[in-house]
C-alpha cells in the first residue's frame, strides 16, 4: 500500500475516534473496549454490535493486544514520516534549481511526485489552480516550475491548461 494510501487509512481511523468522543455512549464504549483489550490481551475487544460500529474500522482497536501495539507501531512511523523533520511543513521553499540540466530535471521530478502523492477526491489530475496552490508550498516560483514540469515532459496538460497530471515513468 503506498504511503499516501497509509496516512489516508491512519487518519480515517483517527478521526473515527475523535468523532466517537463527542458522543457520551461511545466515548463511554471506547473507554470500555480500551480496559478489555488490556485484560483480554488475545482477543479483539470489539464485538458485531452497533455501539462498536464505528470501531469495528479502526485496526489496532479491532485486534488483540499484541497487535494493535504493533500496528501503533506502524501508524506512528508512518505519521513520523508526515510530519517529520523531511516533511515539506519544516523546510523552506526551494528558490534555486540546479544549473546541470540532469540535476535539474531530477529535483523537478521528485518536487512533482511529491505534489501528485495525495489525490484530490481519487482523481489523478489537479485543476492549474491546485497545481500552483501545491507547487507554491515548495518553491518559490511556482509558474516557472509548472512550466519546466510539463516542458521536461514530467508532468501532462490537457490542450486548454486546465488539468495536469504525472507522467508515470
Known sequence: MPLSQDIQTIVK???????????????????????????????SPVTDTSLDKPFQQVDWLNTSLTNSQDILGRDIDALDVLLGEDSIMYTSPISELPVPWEER??????????????????????SETEYNARLSMLVTDAVTLRRYSVDMGIVRRNDRGERYWLVKE
Open 13 to 43: 481511523q483517527y478521526r473515527i475516534i475523535l468523532t466517537s468522543l463527542r458522543t457520551p455512549k461511545l466515548r463511554q464504549r471506547f473507554k470500555e473496549l480500551l480496559e478489555l483489550q488490556d485484560t483480554q490481551s488475545n482477543v
Open 105 to 126: 530535471k531530477a529535483l523537478v521530478r521528485s518536487i512533482c511526485e511529491r505534489v501528485f502523492a495525495v489525490p484530490i477526491a481519487h482523481r489523478d489530475w489537479l
